[in-house]
């Protein structure tokens, strides 16, 4: 049986370690409100479901065992992250005046599942975490898929909170140049993320 008393709490420190996403998703909360900034930041969920089927169907651990493979996703996930750090940084000031709801929804949901697709590393910590938890007793497969249902409850928890958060910062710093320096701020973030995971070893 899954020690849940354990995989629980250290499962959601996972879901709410400051990553891409979540930065993403309190820049958002703080410049576009709580609905909008939510929807966003629910778009990592299909990409995350579709990691955790990866890894419950074993491609995980091939993807962790093959060097090459797990270069070249690696750094076209890099890429994009440095990418979209730019773009942020560059577009900041028409990024904290932006208003569309529809443009901005749409947006937000295919920048966010497309942040988390291109990340080897969500691979690599369903491969190396969930496996830790496995007992002999029962099939392997439905524990895994029992952990991932819960991992992406905690991680709607873990969007909420972060978006929360921005509205709550945008609440009190209204300027729009904060707003800027934010967007720059998760720019910097991004691009830092993609370098480092371009440097980091498998």
């Known amino acids: 049986m899954i020690a849940w008393s354990i995989f629980i709490p250290a499962c959601f420190a996972l879901n709410c370690a400051p990553g891409p996403n979540n930065m993403l998703a309190f820049s958002n909360g703080a410049r576009l409100g709580l609905l909008r900034a939510m929807a966003g930041g629910l778009g990592r969920m299909p990409a995350f479901a579709l990691l955790i089927l990866i890894t419950v169907f074993g491609l995980g ?22 990418y979209v750090g730019i773009q942020f940084w560059r577009k900041a000031r028409v990024l904290a005046a932006a208003q569309s709801e529809e443009t901005a929804i749409r947006l937000l949901m295919r920048r966010d599942f ?21 007992t002999a007793s029962a099939p392997a497969w439905s524990q895994l898929a029992a952990m991932g249902a819960v991992f992406l409850l905690l991680e709607v928890v ?30 910097g973030v991004l691009i830092a993320s993609g370098a480092s995971m371009a440097l980091s070893r498998h």
């Open 61 to 82: 651990a091939v993807l962790a065992a093959s060097a090459t493979a797990f270069t070249i996703i690696k750094f076209i996930g890099a890429a994009y992250l440095v």
């Open 114 to 134: 497309l942040i988390a697709i291109s990340n080897p590393k969500a691979i690599a910590v369903f491969t190396a975490f969930f496996p830790q938890f496995i």
């Open 158 to 187: 873990a969007v909420l909170l972060y978006v929360v958060a921005g509205v709550l910062l945008g609440k009190l710093l209204k300027s729009g140049r904060v707003f800027v320096h934010l967007n720059r701020l998760v720019g």
